[in-house]
């Protein structure tokens, strides 16, 4: 039987070993390694520095004691078809667990795991440029002091939690959003805000177009909806009294067209072209009820709150348009049998007015049908 000789090759930088494509080469039989870049190695074949592999890398220097493979590497298996492909076996990220685990997935010190269950949760994460993770997060486990199916966000340097993030199986609703103590939410797109719900100050309060709502709904803009339904009903109502002087109070609003100031308030997105209104400092004076101010001193009238008033102006009206419908029909009745012609053309003169007023009446019916 022949004898077979072990050998090293040692490889300086100075010094390349080629070999063809055609021929074959055995290295490490009998306990032999290569070290390259070093005169010693532990392994089969030891690099001492970065590694470049593929016909394209070749003349790119790898990364510091790291390599760059242009092909794709398989763990466990001799045709892999992805950029990294293990097969029967696991990725341990950590200083902790595996020693194998099966087909695991992990991250231990912050939670995750797989096959050795877990999945989910990872708290105390760092930040750094750009990337905000200082924080936790738990997705299906109750790792990290958190409850199964949430996201949590805190903010480098602040104490509890900024926002939570909670799937169905915890609240019954697809998606629940919270904003942490004392934090507003807000909501945007194409980088920029939209909406937001306020956390402090008037707490809860929510503004769509504009981050300072001053009521519970603010919306900086016209908005739209197929009919507004406002609370009414008589149980919620106390010191209930009829509305006194309604028509005298009508005749002392003013309604005008006028255009908005765009351009000296952009941010109130008003509407363009003229429009028709009231000026809410002159109805203030006469129904105050229908006017508010905001913190900002300006302010606003709500138009469905002078709908009662003008019911009971059209009432006020009525009475007296009903008074001299009587007035003239007796007159007209006492006179109506007299054959002298002045009294006669008097009766017809009233008749004509009566017809007037009468005409009127009918008007009035019609003003509040359509503005009811």
């Not at 919270?178 to 909501?187: F, K, N, Q, V, Y």
């Not at 008749?351 to 503005?371: G, N, P, V």
Request: aromatic share 8%.
């Amino acid at each position: 039987m022949p004898k077979t000789k072990s050998f090293q090759l040692f490889l300086t930088a100075a010094v390349f070993l080629s070999i063809q494509a055609a021929a074959h080469a055995v290295v490490g039989t009998a306990g032999g390694s290569v070290p390259v870049g070093t005169t010693s190695t532990s392994s089969m074949l030891g690099v001492y520095g970065s590694v470049s592999i593929g016909t394209s890398y070749t003349g790119t220097a790898g990364p510091t004691n790291g390599a760059i493979i242009q092909g794709n590497v398989g763990v466990g298996t001799t045709s892999p078809s992805n950029a990294l492909d293990i097969y029967s076996g696991g990725i341990h990220v950590g200083n902790g667990t595996p020693s194998n685990t099966s087909n695991a997935l992990y991250a231990v010190s912050g939670s995750l795991y797989w096959n050795g269950s877990s999945v989910g949760s990872v708290s105390g994460w760092s930040s750094s440029g750009n990337n905000y993770t200082t924080g936790s997060l738990t997705i299906g486990t109750s790792t990290a002091g958190t409850t199964a199916g949430r996201v949590y966000f805190t903010a480098s340097g602040q104490s509890g939690t900024w926002g939570t993030i909670y799937g169905a199986s915890e609240t019954g609703y697809p998606l629940y959003v919270l904003a942490g103590t004392s934090h507003d939410l807000a909501l945007g797109a194409n980088n920029a805000e939209y909406m937001r719900i306020l956390g402090s100050g008037n707490t809860g309060y929510v503004g769509i177009m504009t981050t300072t709502p001053t009521y519970p709904m603010d919306v900086n803009g016209t908005a739209k909806a197929t009919s507004w339904s406002g609370c009414s009903d008589a149980r919620w109502k106390k010191d209930i009294e009829p509305l006194k002087d309604s028509l005298k109070k009508v005749e002392q609003l003013q309604g005008v067209t006028f255009l908005w100031r765009q351009a000296e308030f952009p941010g109130r997105n008003f509407t363009k072209g003229r429009q028709v209104g009231l000026i809410a400092q002159d109805v203030e004076k006469v129904v105050p009820e229908v006017v508010s101010t905001d913190s900002s001193g300006y302010k606003s009238i709500e138009y469905g709150k002078l709908s009662p008033l003008l019911i009971e102006a059209v009432k006020d009206l009525k009475k007296i348009l009903d008074g001299l419908v009587a007035s003239a029909d007796g007159v007209n009745e006492r006179f109506s049998k007299r054959i002298d012609p002045a009294i006669e053309a008097r009766a017809k003169e009233i008749a004509m007015l009566r017809d007037m007023i009468e005409q009127q009446r009918r008007d009035f019916e019609a003003y509040k049908k359509a503005h009811p």
